[in-house]
């Protein structure tokens, strides 16, 4: 499912951006703190993921829960704010993580083994494209809606320039924003906050159109003994 791709980089990608601007710039070690749950729950579930898909050989039921609590986390980051907590921001990890390792063993399933190599290599073509996918989209949403809040949200117009044309990704820096003073400062902030905002909320359609094609996706049960050309031969004794 190609779509998994950009909603995992609008996920990882814009939460970064929006642990910085949501929580009114903090130093780096504290937007570092506060992604760093994030890691730490995504590993760990795929690795539960990759267990159970191991022990069950099914992987439909996997995907269905993986992108229902993906769909559920990217939509929960639209109404993030800077009072929000840290726990807040794990839910859509859990989702990747379900999701993250037992997608290409679900690609693989209906195909000779003679073709995972090729299978394999389609499959990271398919998400290398869906990351830059994954960064554009988004940020191209980020622009378009900056653009508009700047216009009606900032009054100097030095300021308003900085997060239009396009400048909006480049300005949303922890240096730029603490240079600037009240009221200007609280102004930025609030635009970057609803275009965020605009961002995560139109990301929903990634995950939730991944969830729906789960339904109809076909499962094959995985294979337990390997059946294939390559490998090493077995040497004979001669006696």
Known sequence: ?????????????FNRLSTSKLSGCPPPTRAGEQILPITLIAVPRAAVGAVALTKWG?????HIIGFALLTAGIGSFSVLSKNSSTAEWILPSIGAGMVLDTLLPAFQAGIEECDSAAAAASWSFVRSFGNILGVAIPGAILNIYSSQY???LIANPTVRSSLQNGDTYASATRNFVVTL?????????????????KVFLIGIVFPALSFLLSFIEREVKLRTVREMEFGLEDKKENI
């Open 150 to 152: 700047a216009t009606d």
């Open 181 to 197: 003073p009240e009221p200007p400062q609280g102004q930025v902030i609030e635009v970057f906050t609803k275009a965020l905002a």
């Open 58 to 62: 099914r992987y439909k039921l996997l």
């Open 1 to 13: 499912m190609p779509s998994s791709c950009p909603c995992r980089i609008i996920g990882s990608s």
